[in-house]
């Protein structure tokens, strides 16, 4: 591949980025992400094969969904200090931030409520993995089998992604008042899970 070519990718992937962020799902087509690269059309064709195939480009090399070690920062000798329920408000509160970290994955994430391509295919099979991999870890923490832990995660873990997807272009002060919300019921039921 030659020096330019590879710079003429880097562009057209830059470029479905770039309109993600600043229009939104609705806005990313082949016309607007080559008009974005400053390339023809058919450049996308002759380097991805497509869309969808562009789409899956995109979603490989970039970073898109967050890592375990990113919601899990404890050591096992720290978990026996903290008891489940505290343990997975925390995780829950950095899901939240590691979501709202990665605006590109929100717009991304508010697109797979309405279609479904490469690229929300492939961040949904991503969290999923994750959100598994996630599980086994605060499985091997706290062995309670009589409490569904991925069952706990996976409800939170949907009512979050829906207010962060409904309040991405909210302003701050009504945010917070959505989130404060959210984390007082979520902790209250995670105790009354718990207990």
């Known amino acids: 591949m030659t020096r330019s070519r590879l710079k003429t990718e ?9 309109i993600l962020l600043e229009q939104g799902y609705p806005a990313v087509g082949v016309n607007a992400i080559a008009r974005q690269a400053g390339c023809d059309k058919v450049l996308i064709y002759r380097y991805f094969g497509g869309f969808d195939e562009l789409l899956l ?7 898109l969904w967050w890592e375990v070690e990113e ?5 096992a000798a720290d978990c026996a200090a903290i008891a489940l329920p505290d343990f997975l408000q925390r995780l829950l509160n950095r899901y939240v931030a590691a979501l709202e970290a990665r ?12 279609a479904q391509n490469n690229l929300t295919n492939t961040l949904a099979r991503i969290r ?35 207010l962060i997807i409904r309040t991405r272009n909210q302003s ?13 019921t979520i902790g209250k039921l995670l105790q009354a899970y718990a207990d």
């Open 128 to 162: 999923s993995e994750r959100g598994m991999d996630l599980v086994k870890r605060v499985r091997a923490l706290y062995h309670q089998p009589n409490i569904d832990i991925g069952g706990a995660l996976g409800v939170f873990g949907a009512a979050i992604n829906y």
């Open 71 to 75: 919601i899990i920062t404890e050591t």
């Open 103 to 114: 605006p590109l994955t929100l717009e991304i994430m508010a697109w797979e409520m309405s």
């Open 172 to 184: 701050q002060q009504y945010k917070t008042e959505e989130w404060w919300r959210l984390q007082q």
């Open 57 to 63: 480009a995109f979603a490989e090399t970039t970073t």
């Open 10 to 18: 880097q562009r057209i992937l830059n470029a479905v980025g770039s």
